[in-house]
């Protein structure tokens, strides 16, 4: 029942911003870890941004002071705002979040299918 959608993606000259979003629904007791992944061509799967329910962020040193990670409690949703973008941001982006069911015990990653992001030169 659980399901994350990402939106914002788009195409974007050098130097422009974007604005990321992905919000959870279904019948979620709580999230905790949510985060921002990304898959480029010829590269592998990448850890961009992450945001705990306290608030608490960390990012990828190829986007520190460029990409900030925000998130909406009430909403289930998290952000991530990409300022001085550069071709090499260019990927598919993926939200994660780390959430329980009411109906779970544990703790389980969700993904999102992803939304793409092209930055051209």
């Known amino acids: 029942q659980v399901q994350l959608v990402e939106s914002g993606g788009g195409l974007v000259q050098a130097g422009g911003s974007l604005r990321l979003s992905c919000a959870a629904s279904?019948?979620?007791?709580?999230?905790?870890?949510m985060g921002w992944y990304r898959q480029a061509p010829g590269k592998q799967h990448e850890l961009v941004a992450t945001?705990?329910?306290?608030?608490?962020?960390n990012y990828a040193d190829s986007v520190k002071g460029r990409f900030t990670i925000s998130r909406d409690n009430a909403k289930n949703t998290v952000y991530l705002q990409m300022n001085s973008l550069k071709p090499e941001d260019t990927a598919v982006y993926y939200c994660?979040?780390?959430?329980?069911?009411?109906?779970?015990?544990?703790?389980?990653?969700?993904w999102g299918q992803g939304t793409q992001v092209t930055v051209s030169s």
């Open positions: 994660n979040a780390d959430l329980r069911r009411y109906i779970s015990t544990w703790y389980l990653a969700y």
């Open positions: 279904g019948r979620i007791l709580s999230i905790n870890m």
């Open positions: 945001i705990t329910s306290g608030g608490s962020t």
